[in-house]
């Protein structure tokens, strides 16, 4: 069964930086699609970030250029590194995992595992 556990989330300020991981378990890294997304109060969710099987990434407009999404292999950790942090960003963050393929991975989707979420606040 997989597992998700996020971490990392908290307060920033404005033009801040936050570093959010996944502890991933229960299915083989190359062959799932991996994601963080998030919601905020009132919106819908979001995708914000996925990394695929092969590495490859996509990146929503909204964190694209100030955002990374990257894997620990080590500790089997999905890992969001988000920079230039604006108010905006305050939001729910989730991490997903998907057995679907690259062909299918995309922040569009709907993933089927997910996390319980973290929470991240960025002040003006």
């Known amino acids: 069964q997989v597992r998700l556990a996020e971490s990392g989330g908290g307060a920033a300020q404005a033009g801040g930086s936050l570093r959010l991981s996944c502890a991933t378990s229960g299915y083989t890294e190359t062959a799932y699609c991996m994601g963080w997304f998030r919601q905020a109060p009132g919106k819908q969710r979001e995708g914000v970030a996925i990394?695929?099987?092969?590495?490859?990434?996509t990146y929503a407009d909204v964190v694209r250029g100030r955002s990374t999404i990257s894997k620990d292999k080590a500790k089997k950790n999905i890992l969001l590194q988000m920079n230039s942090m604006d108010p905006e960003d305050t939001a729910r963050y989730y991490c997903?995992?998907?057995?679907?393929?690259?062909?299918?991975?995309?922040?569009?989707?709907?993933?089927?595992?997910w996390g319980q979420g973290t929470q991240v606040t960025v002040s003006s």
């Open positions: 997903a995992a998907d057995h679907r393929g690259s062909w299918w991975c995309s922040p569009h989707q709907n993933f089927e595992y």
């Open positions: 990394i695929r099987g092969d590495g490859t990434t």
